[in-house]
Every structure is written in structure tokens, then in C-alpha cells.
């Protein structure tokens, strides 16, 4: 058995995972006015968010397999100060169209963080230790939405929307330092593949057609997908369908943080006793039920209250979905941990990058697609799970 995760090295990890909601959730209280400060329709403003959600799926399918060749330490520090730099460009961006061409950028500096963390959790540990490692990663990923949203929204009062990404710029050079002193490198050169982009291929290839990994990967996915479609749309329909404030809204999805941080941290304790394996279908199940009443409720404009439960019962479910499926994806793949987990990256934000402009589709006083999108990716990410993961394999016999 490996020792105990140093103290240090999973704080540096767990900042490190706090990329993708730092970077989409942070402005979420300022989306409202940015589209209407660079006079942009709301699917506009929210190609801002799948710009930068579909830079954070390419820069992990690119910064995976670097990280594999030339170790973990200098792609990601690479990353940092990119980050910190796009997120300067973002303060100063002239037009929507600016804004989404330097976030997609910035989402491709961005993804250095998210892929190496979860490499590193594998180069240095395995089974329910890395399971255990991951939850806690996820506890970190979810604090950045309870407090990202709530600075974000004080520092707009401080300026606009654009002293958001001034703060971002800064955050970014502070992950640097965290990086510099924190995180050493865990991938020795004899482990290195250098072979190139046609081994890289190869190694992907091997992925896909993979019954132990494949199948977990895009259940894991997919499943988030469910969980996007509510990051993205959620602040229309609260806000402009239901009338809450900016302020209250903040706070909705503060509460649904510390929900999904407190499955999370659940499971830690549960994984050991069950695995990784029967706990994700679990959370799969789980979110399929949330999301139906998610769209339960906007088909019958229901009460705000019932909605509010409906995407927390989603929420609390991805405490169990993201740190369990995650451990049962990378469990098999120790021969190529940066791939494996750049693909996973490529394939989560890429359906989030997908769903951001179809949750917008009904326009900001529409409830009804963001339902629609949740149940879509619940049913197909639970249907993955039961179909191609045999009950021996998830655990269940």
C-alpha cells in the first residue's frame, strides 16, 4: 500500500481542480450584463461560456498526452501563466466576439490544471486511495462554486463585469506560485512516452475500444452534461423566469455546492466498503430522477420551491457521479494516466460545450430547454452504465 497523500501536494491538487468552475462560475452573476454592456443576445453571451468550456476540453486533450511525454511539472505551469495572461485579454475584450475568441483561449490555458491534477492523483496512488483522493478533489472543484459566484458578484460591484477577469488574471498568477512550491514532479522519465502524435492516436484508439475504461468515461461524461445544462442555464431561469435576485441566486447555488460537497465527501467514506463502481450508478440513478423533475416542473411552471429541490437532488447526485466515475475510468489505464484523463476532459467539457448554446435556444425567459437537456443527458449517461457495464463489472453481484 502506498503511504498517505502528503497534506501539501493534495492542497496544490485541489486548487489546481478548481479551474473549471473558477472560470465559468466566477461571471455567471455577471452574464446578465455582459450581454447587455457589448450589446449581445443571450445565446451570444453564452457562446462566452461554451468558448471557454470547449477550450477546457481541447487544452486537456492536448495537455494529457504532453504531460505524458514531457512530464507533469512544465505543461502545466505553462498553462498557469497562459491562464493568467488570456484572463487580462478578457478584461480589455472589445466586442462579444472578442470576449469568445480570448475565452477560448483562456479554457485552453485552463485545462493544464484540470487533466495534470488528475494524473498526478495516479502516478502517485491507486484504488480506493486514489477514489478517496479524487473525492476530495471534487470537494475542492465545489467550493469554487459557492464562493466564485459570490465574489464574482462583489467584484462587479466594485467595477463591471470586466474586474471579474482582472481577478481571474490574479488567481491564476497565484496558482503559479502554489505550483512552484507545491508540486513536484511525479512522472519519471523512464514513464515517459515520446513517440509522437501517431502514438498519441494509437493510445487513444486503445481508450475508446477499452470495456474498463470506455464505458465509465462516458457515463462520467455524459452525466455531467446533466449538471452543465443547470450551470448554464440556471441563471436565466431563476433570475428572469422565477425573478429571484442576482444576490439570491448566488445563494441557490451556494446551497446546491455544499449539497454536491457533502455527497462527496459520503462517498469518501462509502468507497471503501463498496467501490467506486456501484456508487457511480447510484449517482447516475439519482440524477435521472432529479432532472425529471426538473422538467417536470418547468413543463408545468410549478412552484419555485419544488424546482429548487429538483436541482438539488441533480446536484447532491454529482457528488457521487464525479468522484466515483472519474476513479473507475482511470482505474485500468496506468500505462497512459495523462490520455486518459485528457480524454475524459475532452469529452466532459466538450458536451458542456455543446449544451450551453441549446439551453439557450428558448431564449432568457424559457425554463423549458435547460429541463429538456438535463433529462437527455441523465437518461443517456444511465443507459451507458447499464448497457455496457455488466452488474459483476459495476460492482453489483
Known amino acids: 500500500m502506498r503511504a498517505a497523500p502528503p497534506r501539501q501536494l493534495v492542497w496544490t491538487l485541489g486548487a489546481l481542480s478548481m479551474f473549471g468552475p473558477l472560470a465559468t462560475d466566477m461571471y455567471l452573476p455577471g452574464l446578465p450584463s455582459l450581454t447587455r454592456a457589448l450589446h449581445a443576445s443571450a445565446s451570444a453571451g453564452q457562446l462566452t461560456l461554451t468558448a471557454s468550456v470547449l477550450g477546457i476540453a481541447l487544452g486537456q486533450l492536448f495537455t494529457g498526452p504532453a504531460s505524458d511525454a514531457r512530464g507533469r511539472r512544465r505543461p502545466l505551469l505553462i498553462g498557469l501563466v497562459a491562464f493568467s495572461a488570456t484572463s487580462v485579454l478578457c478584461a480589455i475584450a472589445p466586442s462579444i466576439w472578442a470576449l469568445i475568441v480570448v475565452r477560448l483561449l483562456q479554457g ?17 496512488f491507486e484504488g480506493v486511495t486514489a477514489a478517496r483522493i479524487f473525492a476530495t478533489l471534487v470537494m475542492f472543484s465545489s467550493i469554487a462554486p459557492i464562493f466564485a459566484p459570490l465574489i464574482g458578484g462583489q467584484v462587479q460591484a466594485l467595477g463591471s463585469w470586466r474586474t471579474i477577469f482582472v481577478a481571474l ?5 497565484l496558482l503559479v506560485a502554489l505550483a512552484l512550491r507545491g508540486l513536484p514532479e511525479t512522472l519519471a522519465v523512464e514513464q515517459r512516452h515520446t513517440g509522437g502524435l501517431s502514438q498519441t492516436l494509437g493510445v487513444f484508439r486503445q481508450l475508446l475500444g477499452d470495456r474498463n475504461y470506455a464505458p465509465f468515461a462516458a457515463s462520467y461524461a455524459i452525466g455531467f452534461g446533466a449538471m452543465f445544462a443547470y450551470i448554464a442555464g440556471s441563471s436565466y431561469v431563476l433570475e428572469n423566469v422565477y425573478g429571484i435576485s442576482a444576490q439570491a441566486y448566488s445563494a441557490v447555488f451556494a446551497a446546491n455546492s455544499v449539497g454536491l460537497i457533502a455527497v462527496s465527501q459520503i462517498s469518501r467514506g462509502l468507497v471503501e466498503r463498496h467501490g467506486p463502481r456501484p456508487l457511480l450508478r447510484l449517482g447516475l440513478i439519482l440524477t435521472a430522477v432529479g432532472a425529471g423533475a426538473t422538467l417536470a416542473v418547468c413543463l408545468g411552471h ?96
Do not use: E
Not at 488574471?169 to 498568477?173: E, K, N, S, T
Open 108 to 124: 485552453l490555458a485552463g485545462g493544464a490544471g484540470i487533466v495534470i491534477a488528475r494524473a498526478v492523483v495516479r502516478d502517485r
Open 169 to 173: 488574471a490574479v488567481i491564476g498568477a
Open 302 to 397: 410549478g412552484d419555485v420551491w419544488l424546482l429548487l429541490a429538483a436541482l438539488f437532488i441533480v446536484m447532491c447526485a454529482q457528488g457521487l457521479v464525479l468522484p466515483n466515475g472519474m476513479a473507475a475510468a482511470m482505474a485500468s489505464r496506468s500505462d497512459a494516466l495523462g490520455s486518459a484523463s485528457g480524454l475524459i476532459g475532452l469529452s466532459q467539457f466538450g458536451i458542456g460545450a455543446a449544451i450551453a448554446p441549446l439551453v439557450g435556444l428558448g431564449g432568457t425567459r424559457d425554463a423549458l430547454p435547460m429541463g429538456i437537456v438535463m433529462v437527455a443527458c441523465a437518461a443517456i449517461a444511465l443507459a451507458i452504465n447499464l448497457v455496457f457495464v455488466p452488474r459483476r463489472a459495476a460492482g453489483l453481484d
